[in-house]
């Protein structure tokens, strides 16, 4: 298997609009509850969450958030999540592509969660850039990522956090890792 594409994306959001059990699966739930601790209690005035997918987090992060924008490059997902987010007029879901159509903030908070290993590193390099120049100071960056590795993913959860850990604008505020995910908190200097 090669890295996913903007296209494997979709099929699998078309075959089942919960390929990934965001719903269901105990794993997500856990990974979720520590990715809402970790952002805070807010009120955030101006959050983004990348490769938000079909929205089951962005209705948590809702509700700490002035303005939610949350984006992802299958229509199918961006779709679901606009239907998930319909009762938060404050929040919206884009259809685009990272980092070529991020909005250009400043957010005081970015949530990053299990979707930076599926870039390629000039990709992941050029989103790196995109939030350096969006996130606002003092502003967080909350990443998580599943430790397994796959072939889908260019990049490991290991590596994805090691670069963002090199990053000279941030200063770590939090490492969490668990045996299943890595879980960091920047703030930008």
């Not at 938000?52 to 209705?59: C, E, L, N, P, T």
């Not at 958030?65 to 884009?94: G, K, M, N, W």
């Not at 430790?147 to 490991?156: C, M, N, Q």
């Amino acid at each position: 298997m090669s890295p996913m594409t903007a296209q494997d994306f979709e099929r699998r959001y078309r075959h089942d609009p919960d390929p990934w059990q965001y719903r269901r699966s105990r794993y997500e739930r856990q990974k979720y509850a520590a990715t809402l601790a970790a952002c805070g209690r807010g009120p955030f005035r101006n959050a983004l969450e990348l490769g938000a997918s079909i929205g089951v987090f962005s209705v948590q992060l809702a509700p700490r958030c002035q303005t939610l924008t949350t984006i992802d490059f299958a229509p199918t997902a961006v779709a679901l999540a606009r239907s998930e987010l319909a009762p938060y007029p404050h929040a919206s879901a884009i259809q685009g592509r990272i980092p070529d159509d991020l909005p250009p903030g400043p957010f005081d908070l970015v949530v990053a969660s299990e979707v930076l290993y599926y870039l390629r590193p000039d990709a992941l390099d050029g989103t790196l850039g995109a939030l350096e120049r969006s996130l606002a100071p003092g502003g967080r960056l909350v990443c998580v990522h599943w430790r397994r590795t796959g072939p889908d993913r260019p990049l490991s959860a290991d590596q994805v956090h090691a670069a963002v850990c090199a990053l000279p604008w941030l200063r770590q505020l939090l490492s969490e890792p668990s045996s299943e995910y890595l879980l960091d908190v920047f703030e930008r200097r």
